[in-house]
T-cell receptor, first 115, second 114 residues
Framework: NAGVTQTPKFRVLKTGQSMTLLCAQDMNHEYMYWYRQDPGMGLRLIHYSVGEGTTAKGEVPDGYNVSRLKKQNFLLGLESAAPSQTSVYFC??????????????FGPGTRLTVL | AQSVTQLDSQVPVFEEAPVELRCNYSSSVSVYLFWYVQYPNQGLQLLLKYLSGSTLVKGINGFEAEFNKSQTSFHLRKPSVHISDTAEYFCAVYLYSSASKIIFGSGTRLSIRP
């Protein structure tokens, strides 16, 4: 049971380049999330998904796109990277509970630098 | 609207001393609160959570937190810290909506001095 995994772990891009971050979970979770972490700002939600084939915008969605073609995978895309997207990106997943929130399980993160 | 505030960005303490990390929240509905810990170069993991019931919540690694509705606080405490507790700690509040979304505070970096 690997939990939540993210690839790649590190990446350096030039302004204008594109890339895709992959998140995979093997816990059969319904909900998945992409966050970015910046110093002094905690984690901010970029996009999330409540199930296969569904996605929704979070707090800071501009410049990012996502897809959830399979339940276990959640992809985060940057079509044209900008220096402001230099950050650490975390993926998380959780069960869908009717009575309230369950624990979110986090991946190890991807450190992205845009030059 | 729900929000969470961590007033202390950094808390230095000596090893074996007690520590309290402060968290205040605002919410107009029922509250669910969390503390997550992030060790250096790792993802976040759940330390403890308050959903209902007893206001004193015990978590992993000897940490506990007390939910105080009148003061809208959920402070994290440990009576004696170890070097291994060096990490960043995030308080979070459930965003009362679908999809189990939560809002994170800005984090408190706990540094332990020998």
């Amino acid at each position: 049971n690997a939990g939540v995994t993210q690839t790649p772990k590190f990446r350096v891009l030039k302004t204008g380049q594109s890339m895709t971050l992959l998140c995979a979970q093997d816990m059969n979770h319904e909900y998945m999330y992409w966050y970015r972490q910046d110093p002094g700002m905690g984690l901010r939600l970029i996009h999330y998904s409540v199930g296969e084939g569904t996605t929704a915008k979070g707090e800071v969605p501009d410049g990012y796109n996502v897809s959830r073609l399979k339940k276990q995978n959640f992809l985060l895309g940057l079509e044209s990277a900008a220096p402001s997207q230099t950050s650490v990106y975390f993926c998380a997943s959780t069960y869908a509970l009717a009575g309230g929130p369950d624990t979110q399980y986090f991946g190890p993160g991807t450190r992205l630098t845009v030059l | 609207a729900q929000s969470v505030t961590q007033l202390d960005s950094q808390v230095p303490v000596f090893e074996e001393a007690p520590v309290e990390l402060r968290c205040n929240y605002s919410s107009s509905v029922s509250v669910y609160l969390f503390w997550y810990v992030q060790y250096p170069n790792q993802g976040l993991q759940l330390l403890l959570k308050y959903l209902s019931g007893s206001t004193l919540v015990k978590g992993i690694n000897g940490f506990e937190a007390e939910f105080n509705k009148s003061q809208t606080s959920f402070h994290l405490r440990k009576p004696s810290v170890h070097i291994s507790d060096t990490a960043e700690y995030f308080c979070a509040v459930y965003l009362y909506s679908s999809a189990s979304k939560i809002i994170f505070g800005s984090g408190t970096r706990l540094s332990i001095r020998p």
